[in-house]
């Protein structure tokens, strides 16, 4: 069998050209497309989170002693850290 991109011989159950890497037959299935879908709430729930990650952040660098118990301002950095990362976690799905 020859290839049918370069010409060259090629055993008759070859799967791909050894010379130009021309597959020998067509493909019998295509791949699936992928279909994403970029909700505008997904979008503003991430920008929400790294605001409030980002605020909590000056307000425990600022906060004098007392002020706010720190469990409170820990609890709000961490649900908006894990929002954070289960938008990333979706997106590569």
């Known amino acids: 069998m020859r290839c049918r991109n370069c010409g060259t011989e090629i055993a008759d159950k070859a ?12 493909a019998k299935f295509k791949p699936a497309v992928p279909q994403r879908s970029r909700g505008l709430a997904g979008l503003i729930a991430s920008v929400l989170a790294l605001i409030a990650l980002v605020l909590n952040a000056i307000y425990m660098g600022t906060a004098g002693a007392g002020e706010t118990p720190e469990l409170v301002s820990w609890v709000a950095a961490a649900i908006a850290a894990a929002i954070v990362v289960w938008r990333v976690y979706t997106r590569r799905r």
């Open 15 to 26: 799967l791909i050209c050894y010379r130009c890497g021309t597959a020998a037959t067509e």
